[in-house]
Nanobody, 122 residues
Framework: VQLQASGGGLVQAGGSLRLSCTASVRTFSTYGMAWFRQAPGKERDFVAR????????AYASSVKGRFTISRDIDKNTVYLQMNSLKVEDTAVYYC????????????????WGKGTQVTVSS
């Protein structure tokens, strides 16, 4: 599975961005997909995930209520709508896919895409 993320950019605090991630193959073998982020000098952190079949979602507490993850099954695409962005949301955002429930539930996906930079200015 190859994952291609897009939609990053520069935005002012309080603004919005939508990230997209398209899988290169049909995702019938994908249990779920997720977004992670890595700020400079910090570890990569979980942001949000979505069960591909059921659409159930989960979020990091730092983004809950501001970010929304969704998917388009026909387009093999997962989205991350980011609203009320804060300076501390600045990071490289990575799309990932998990092919098994255990990997999905433990936030340890086995497929990763290249990141897209999100920069939030004050």
């Amino acid at each position: 599975v190859q994952l291609q993320a897009s939609g990053g950019g520069l935005v002012q605090a309080g603004g919005s961005l939508r990230l997209s991630c398209t899988a290169s193959v049909r995702t019938f073998s994908t249990y779920g997909m997720a977004w992670f982020r890595q700020a400079p000098g910090k570890e990569r952190d979980f942001v949000a995930r979505i069960d591909w079949r059921l659409g159930a979602t989960a979020y990091a507490s730092s983004v809950k209520g501001r970010f929304t993850i969704s998917r388009d099954i026909d387009k093999n695409t997962v989205y991350l709508q980011m609203n009320s962005l804060k300076v501390e949301d600045t990071a490289v955002y990575y799309c990932a896919a998990a092919s098994a429930r255990t990997l999905y539930a433990s936030n340890t996906p086995n497929h990763w895409g290249k990141g897209t930079q999100v920069t939030v200015s004050s």
